[in-house]
């Protein structure tokens, strides 16, 4: 029964796979606009960060409210590199109205793509390990462990805002292309689709990756410490390592997404690094469904195409209450979210219609 539930994971996530695959044909043939892709490709990453947030959440228990934290870190780092792109390597405007003279410091490994890509992925991971060696050695856990990942994630946004001659402060870092270079209008859909493919391939990656983690030992540890922790110490784990090490995984895979997320965006700014967005990714994870990790990209995908659709027009002021309406609604009603919902409670449902037809057929 696993298998196959694994197997329809699979299927269902190939099948969106193709879905997102198909729209950059439907933009060459004129059906579909290239704002949209471009807005599929911010889908795109916000999916991959919550993958990682399952894997902590879904498959460890471990309930971060500050992932958003590790997203701006690579999308940081990544706006970094293409804004010094853009000004051949000399300091920005915002630097000049800071009083700076020289580039500093902190800027200068991101005047090449390789370090920015290990920058991209050291500081995020570096910091997350920091912090899980000392909470989880400590054995730190559950609304304790929530409420700090929230002030660290505060504090950093306080940190960026006050460094404003290196972080633009409350604007960010804007006015910045993509790796492909230029992707908005019509003339250059070809490398909106080559970035878009790239992006839907990193995603694929991420999930095959995650997936396969998942099944193995180390996933059922994982499951095992979520559970019961205390059991699993007791078993002679050693449970700080299983989650210090998923932590670490999971900051990397929000560091990617967010790098992927500024191609898309042409920006950075602090907002995505506010507990508000962190909830948000939660939200994704909890409607999908936690613990499938397909359900994370159902949720990030679901959620973000309603507001998509609802944020514009007549519904402007009331979108937000219908997504915190059916987040409420999934908490309450369908535990598992949506992949929850096909996978246990429908099938249940029949079962019992199946059983009561029989007892009638008897009598």
């Not at 500024?262 to 939200?283: D, K, L, R």
């Not at 309406?325 to 009603?333: A, K, N, S």
Request: net charge positive.
């Amino acid at each position: 029964m696993t298998k196959l539930k694994n197997q329809a994971g699979n299927l269902c996530f190939s099948l969106i796979i193709i879905g997102l695959a198909v729209m950059p044909l439907l933009m060459a043939a004129g059906v579909a606009e290239s704002p949209l892709i471009i807005f599929l490709g911010k889908c795109v990453a916000f999916s991959i960060v919550a993958i990682g947030l399952d894997l902590i959440w879904g498959y460890t228990g471990i309930l971060s409210l500050g992932h958003g934290l590790y997203f701006a870190l690579g999308g940081y780092g990544m706006a970094m590199y293409l804004k010094l792109r853009a000004t051949h390597g000399a300091i920005t405007e915002f630097m000049h109205t800071g009083g700076l003279t020289a580039l500093p410091a902190v800027w200068k490994p991101f005047q090449s793509l390789p370090l920015t890509v290990l920058s991209v992925l050291i500081v995020p991971a570096g910091l997350a390990y920091i912090i899980g060696y000392f909470i989880f050695k400590n054995r730190i856990k559950g609304v304790y462990f929530s409420i700090i990942s929230q002030a660290l994630t505060w504090a950093a946004y306080s940190v960026f805002i006050a460094l404003s001659p290196y972080t633009n402060g409350n604007v960010g870092i804007t006015e910045i292309g993509s790796l492909a270079g230029k992707i908005r209008g019509s003339a250059n859909q070809g490398r909106l689709t080559l970035l878009f493919y790239v992006s839907l391939a990193i995603l694929a990656l991420i999930y095959a990756t995650a997936a396969f983690l998942v099944r193995t030992k180390f996933g059922k540890l994982l499951i095992a410490i979520r559970d019961g922790e205390n059991r699993t110490y007791f078993s002679g784990y050693r449970v700080s390592r299983y989650k210090t090490f998923i932590y670490v995984l999971s900051a990397a895979i929000a560091a990617v997404a967010g790098a992927i997320f500024v191609n898309f965006n042409g920006s950075i700014t602090p907002s995505q690094m506010t507990i508000a967005f962190s909830v948000n990714m939660v939200i994704w994870v909890a409607i999908g469904g936690r613990g499938t990790i397909v359900g994370a990209v159902i949720g990030a995908l679901l959620v973000n195409l309603c507001e998509y659709n609802l944020s514009s027009g007549g519904m402007i002021e009331v979108w937000q209450y219908i997504v915190g309406g059916i987040f409420c609604v999934t908490i309450l009603f369908f535990k598992g979210g949506i992949m929850g919902l096909f996978r246990e409670q429908i099938p249940a449902f029949l079962r019992k219609l199946k059983v009561r037809g029989g007892q009638k057929v008897e009598s």
